[in-house]
């Protein structure tokens, strides 16, 4: 019975430690619940900033504009009339300054072109521009020789008749370029480039007098 008195008093100790374990719980789980809401926060905003800046790049960076060509220059040798017509014993040769302007922040690497001439609706010279690579937000210019047939030039109806009244020749070109802009080896977009130009030859100043281009998207 002593021992058994004597081991009472240690009871109320037991339900002491107990008690202080009990009320420390709440506090442990409301500072574990603060701490996943402060990193669940952190994660959000970081998303949130991954996400703008994905945004961004996709509506600037990344966006693909088609590249442009126009002809700067254009000149026509040995065009000649010789007794009131055409001459067909000589090559007639176009010569075109043909530009490509790249906007994209990457450069806009292109294939072998074709260039056709026209005159009165009939294709009467075709020749192949040299491939290239326009350099981010540059320009390349390149040379385009494009040899004209005489007797498709003679074949023309009413050519003679214009040539002799006017003294003038218009003509127009076609020129398409296909290639493709790459940026960060993630995006890469297929383009095909158009440019139409239409231009007078003067037979007098044997120079080109005027040349319109429309730009085909």
């Given at each position: 019975m002593a021992e058994t008195e004597q081991a009472k008093p240690f009871a109320p100790?037991?339900?002491?430690?107990?008690?202080?374990?009990e009320e420390d719980a709440p506090t442990l789980s409301k500072t574990h619940r603060r701490n996943c809401i402060k990193c669940c926060g952190c994660i959000t905003a970081i998303l949130l900033?991954?996400?703008t800046t994905i945004?961004?790049?996709?509506?600037t960076v990344f966006q693909v504009d088609d590249p442009v060509i126009k002809m700067n220059k254009v000149s026509v040798q040995?065009?000649?009339?010789?007794?009131g017509t055409l001459r067909t014993d000589v090559n007639v040769t176009l010569l075109a300054d043909v530009s490509v302007k790249n906007p994209n922040a990457a450069a806009f690497k292109f294939n072998n072109g074709t260039t056709t001439v026209y005159c009165g609706g009939v294709m009467v010279g075709e020749a192949t521009?040299?491939?290239g690579k326009a350099?981010?937000?540059?320009t390349l210019h390149m040379n385009v020789t494009v040899d004209l047939?005489?007797?498709?030039?003679s074949g023309v109806p009413n050519l003679m008749s214009d040539i002799v009244s006017v003294g003038k020749l218009t003509m127009s070109s076609n020129t398409v370029i296909r290639g493709k802009v790459r940026i960060l080896q993630i995006i890469k977009k297929y383009l095909v480039v158009r440019v139409n130009c239409t231009m007078t030859y003067n037979f007098t100043s044997q120079a080109i007098q005027g040349a319109f281009m429309l730009y085909v998207h």
């Open positions: 100790a037991a339900f002491r430690i107990r008690s202080v374990e900033i991954l996400a945004v961004v790049l996709v509506l040995r065009l000649e009339l010789a007794k521009t040299p491939p350099k981010a937000r540059r047939i005489p007797n498709r030039l």
